[in-house]
């Protein structure tokens, strides 16, 4: 093999501020959840349900910005600025529309959607949940542009840039909440408005600097008001299945916390002050997937296939050692973390055993089920990916959740016990699908 393309040096420089920001971006999530608490556990359960529903919209506008990503790497490794600068420009057009119409179908639905999914929650947690909902929903259009501004800059390896700007979308939030919550006492919309508040100024912030001519990858207006049908074509077959697995994904996500819904109260908040807080446990394996398109797409791009075969290997060992050491210390820092909310004892109990299964099972399977379908996707593989995670989420994740919480009553523990049990089957399949090499045959440019 010829010589690296990314040094450890460079390695370190990719992930440490994908690191940071992925903790922070897990924070916003957490930090809405601890502030509402003091709200009472019907304000806590009503932001829970929410984001559920409110992460398939999410999941919808990553996916597609990570196809985008995929595209301009793979450009940017081939060498071709004039396509790369094209590929940029459409991303954020593309993103923009696509989330400008979420956010209107959020907002004519979300009260008919909140009923079909969780009409058997009690009164003042669905009151909740509409605040909640219709406020965050206004975000989405800034967040796809938003979502595109990290992808450009992160297919280039500028990880430096998103980093700061998500402390600062960060900070605002956090600020945010505060205010919200405890000064002008708004409950859940005191957590909500800040999201929306935060996230539009991350947007702007992304969106100039995306501008900048000084970076070896920008975005050019007159490309961003052109419809390049070829190449929106390239971004939308990475983005496309990919939206298909993450819409999918997250609707499977959805029926189990409708199974969780009809389980109390108690399970309900205990749910989502795990869900909360077990985002941590993969913090550092987040970083690395989204690294991943950086590297495996810009060694594909470049049509080296051996170091993007020794990269994937490397990443998955990176992730695993990086998943012990995060656990570790994520166990340690449970009990106070727990701490920080305002929950009754049962509730507490509950939580505390979710996120130590959750600290094992991250630790063992986490790894090979995540980062080798990510690594797949930069290069292209994206239909296989799609077939194999949605159908592992339905049989293993979804099924087996109905059976060991409700039908055998293990309740909100018999779910989670569901997802490690699709995580396994990951494994399986992508580590086949890797050996077996047939993932290299979907280049996407030249």
């Known amino acids: 093999m010829k010589e690296k393309m990314f040094s450890n040096r460079a390695l370190f420089r990719l992930f440490a501020p994908l690191l940071v920001e992925q903790l922070l971006l897990m924070l916003v999530g957490m930090v809405d959840t601890i502030m509402v608490s003091s709200a009472g556990e019907a304000a806590i359960s009503g932001v829970s349900i929410v984001n559920d529903v409110n992460n398939l919209m999410i999941q919808l506008l990553a996916a597609l910005s990570g196809g985008g990503a995929v595209v301009v790497s ?140 000084e970076n070896p990858i920008y975005i050019v207006w007159n490309e961003i008001f052109c419809w390049r049908g070829m190449m929106l074509k390239k971004i939308l077959t990475v983005a496309v299945p990919n939206g298909i697995e993450n819409a999918l994904f997250q609707v499977g996500k959805i029926l189990l916390s409708t199974f969780v819904a009809t389980y109390g109260t108690t399970q309900i908040a205990a ?124 049989v293993f994740r979804v099924a087996g959740a109905y059976i060991l919480g409700t039908i055998m009553g293990y309740g909100v523990v018999g779910t989670k016990f569901a997802w490690y049990i699709d995580w396994a089957a990951r494994c399986i399949f992508f580590i086949h699908r890797f050996h077996s090499g047939k993932w290299k045959k979907f280049r996407l440019v030249g």
């Open 74 to 213: 793979q450009y940017l490794g081939l060498g071709d600025k004039k396509q790369t600068i094209r590929s940029a420009s459409q991303l954020v057009m593309i993103s923009s529309l696509i989330a400008f119409g979420i956010c209107v179908i959020s907002l004519l639905s979300y009260k008919q959607v909140l009923q079909l999914l969780y009409g058997s929650v009690e009164p003042d947690v669905m009151q909740a949940a509409r605040t909640y909902y219709w406020i965050t929903a206004l975000s989405f259009p800034v967040l796809g542009i938003y979502n595109a501004g990290t992808a450009v800059f992160r297919s280039m390896g500028r990880t430096n840039t998103t980093m700061f700007v998500s402390i600062l979308m960060n900070t605002i939030n956090i600020i945010g909440n505060y205010i919200g919550v405890f000064v002008l006492h708004m409950g859940v919309a005191g957590v909500a408005w800040p999201t929306l508040i935060s996230r539009a100024v991350a947007a702007v912030l992304m969106l100039g600097l995306s501008f900048s001519k």
């Open 271 to 394: 749910n989502g002050v795990s869900n909360s807080l077990n985002t941590l446990c993969y913090a550092t394996e987040s970083a690395i997937q989204l690294g991943a398109v950086t590297i495996i797409g810009q060694c594909v791009g470049a049509d080296d296939y051996p170091q993007a075969e020794y990269y994937i290997r490397r990443l998955v060992k990176i992730a695993y050692a990086a998943a012990l050491v995060n656990n570790v210390i994520m166990y340690l820092c449970m009990p106070f973390l727990l701490g920080l909310y305002t929950l009754s004892g049962e509730t507490y109990q509950i939580a505390h055993l979710i996120i130590t299964m959750e600290c094992i099972a991250v630790t063992l399977l986490h790894s090979p089920a995540f980062v080798i379908p990510s690594s797949l996707r930069a290069a292209g593989d994206v239909r296989y990916t799609m077939i194999i995670s949605v159908l592992s989420m339905f």
